[in-house]
């Protein structure tokens, strides 16, 4: 347990987060964080994640992509960021560290 007295997951090991999908407890919640949403290790893992009921709340930018139309909630992230251009993340960061403080 922690703060949120809630236990909480996170896969740091590529391929470990399907592992801990497929092991969710059934009242369990998960969150999928993607700049693009259009990741397709995040979307195979958001179709498990459907698959056994889990819900599940998409992080991602404003606009059309699938992680924000297949998950359970969607909350949008800032995209006012020029790829091309920037030096640094600072919006993104700030925006989904907003949200998860939210949450």
Known sequence: ????????TLS???????????????????ILISYSGENPN???LNTILR???IPTIAITSIGENRLSQECTCFLPITTREKLYSKIG???????IIF???VL
């Open 42 to 44: 995040l979307l195979a």
């Open 1 to 8: 347990m922690n703060r949120i007295q809630k236990n909480v």
């Open 51 to 53: 698959a056994r009921n």
């Open 89 to 95: 993340n600072f919006t993104i960061n700030t925006s």
């Open 99 to 101: 949200l998860l403080n």
């Open 12 to 30: 740091a090991v590529r391929g470990e987060e399907n592992y801990d999908a497929y092991n969710l407890s059934p009242d369990a919640c998960a």
